[in-house]
């Protein structure tokens, strides 16, 4: 049998003195004076529990299901991603791990925005030097009770990225003060990806240009040749890992 927290059960017997469940809850019995007694008790932890009933020095016992509650935005949490050991880049998606629980503390399934039963909707968004895409969806790994908010932009800087609960019908209207789960929002830097060889630009000095495009130096001058190193989406990057070969015929 399945009984959600809190559960109620009715026992039948001449002298029923108490009763207790599986982490040694006590429940409440009351004597209805017409020959049944009400058993009452209250489980917080989800998952099966063993019910036994004493009745004049005899027990009696069976197993019973409580599911977890509603999603309790309050009792979620936000995992903060380890950008120390992988950086968030440009043009690459940082997967947030978000876990859902009811106000026990019990996991839950995320909700779907798919299924008209459901009241909340986790969403994600973010601020910073450029446009934030951000959307939340089910966690590869985390199994049914965890939700993944990826994040995804290509202007490096400062980042804040929020991930809140919100009623399904208006998780898509501006301009309202919506509350963070518990560990958001998170403050990140956006690095920049990997040096472009199509974005890079040269700079030369000592040198001057004559019409045609010539470049004319001067014996004895040195002449100092410049590389700036830009991403794919012209933010400023390093050549780190990468090797840098300049040629002079």
Known sequence: ??????????????????????????????????????VTYVLTKAGMHEVVLTTAGQERSFQVLCKAGPLDPASCVVDAPDLAATPWRAGELLEVRVNCRDRFGNAVKPPSPEDPAVGLAIVADGEGPGM??????????????????????TACGDYELRVFACEV??????????????????????????????????????LKER??????????????LTVV?????NNPATFDGLRLRVDAV
Do not use: H
């Not at 399945?2 to 009763?19: E, I, L, V």
């Not at 301009?175 to 990806?193: E, F, H, I, W, Y």
């Not at 190193?229 to 989406?233: I, K, V």
């Open 1 to 38: 049998s399945s009984a959600p927290a809190p559960a109620t059960a009715a026992a039948t017997a001449a002298a029923a003195k108490r009763t207790r469940v599986s982490m040694g809850i006590e429940g409440k019995v009351e004597d209805l004076q017409n020959g049944v007694y009400e």
């Open 132 to 153: 934030v895409e951000a959307d939340v969806g089910p966690a590869k790994d985390g199994g049914d009770s965890a939700a993944v908010a990826r994040f995804r932009s």
């Open 169 to 206: 019908q208006r998780q898509w209207w501006g301009g309202m003060q919506r509350d963070n789960l518990p560990g958001a929002p998170l403050k990140v830097t956006l690095s920049p990806a990997a040096a472009d060889p199509q974005r890079c630009t040269v700079i030369l000095a000592g």
């Open 211 to 224: 019409p045609g495009g010539m470049l004319v130096g001067m014996a004895g001058r040195e002449a100092v």
């Open 229 to 233: 190193a830009r991403d794919r989406y």
